[in-house]
């Protein structure tokens, strides 16, 4: 409880606080939110290096997304994963607010620009999914980054997408079955083949010492 006689905002001994010691006390806060220009520059290169991961998923992949559809419509999902890696991988490596946004929309720009068969969708979907992760981040955040965090971001980054496709892809019109598996397929790639391959993608990288500008490259706990 605070002592009436003690000036409000004064510290323990009676003394008003100095402007250097709130500077001290809001560092943490402004060193979590501030880009640095590595951080930019990473997340720059990580995006383009994802985007061109996402042009060789667009022909791999989409014929894995089609085979499962015949076998069973909806399970083309599991296929989905690879194109919300970006996402997680952005949020763990820079982890800063905006970085999974940042790199999973710049990662579909590049796929786009180099001719993905889906045009300017592919940057909506860019969007839609680096939300979904940067939530799930954003819920946390922005000071857990485990294995259980990635696989939840990339788990949201794939609800997110099934989102914008009941209007882009004109999934409303289809059954309540195919809705419900296609989900569930969504849900369990984002989790393994974004979340968790990111997380062991980060961990590959920091081993080899690439990221020791960063916290992801010198913490693998959190």
Not at 125 to 144: C, D, H, M, N
Not at 192 to 213: C, E, F, H, M, N
Request: hydrophobic share 60%; charged share 10%; with cysteine.
């Amino acid at each position: 409880m605070h002592n009436a006689s003690q000036p409000v905002g004064a510290t323990v001994d009676g003394t008003a606080p100095t402007a250097s010691a709130l500077s001290d006390a809001t560092a943490p806060a402004r060193r979590l939110v501030r880009w640095r220009v590595v951080d930019i520059v990473v997340a720059a290169v990580l995006g383009v290096a994802t985007g061109l991961l996402f042009v060789v998923w667009n022909g791999v992949g989409f014929v894995w997304f089609s085979a499962m559809d015949a076998l069973t419509p909806g399970f083309g999902g599991l296929a989905v994963g690879i194109w919300l890696i970006g996402g997680v991988l952005g949020g763990l490596i820079i982890r800063k607010p905006g970085a999974a946004l940042f790199v999973e929309l710049l990662a579909a720009s590049v796929s786009m620009l180099l001719g993905a068969q889906w045009s300017i969708e592919t940057v909506y979907s860019g969007v839609a999914q680096g939300l979904g992760a940067e939530l799930i981040f954003l819920l946390f955040a922005y000071r857990r980054f485990g294995v259980l965090v990635a696989m939840l971001a990339g788990a949201a980054s794939g609800v997110f997408a099934w989102t914008l496709e009941l209007f882009t892809s004109g999934n409303l019109a289809m059954s309540g079955e195919f809705l419900v598996i296609y989900l569930a397929c969504l849900i369990v790639s984002g989790a393994l083949l974004a979340g968790l391959l990111g997380w062991l993608l980060t961990r590959a990288l920091a081993a080899t010492g690439v990221l020791d500008r960063f916290a992801s490259g010198r913490s693998r706990t959190r």
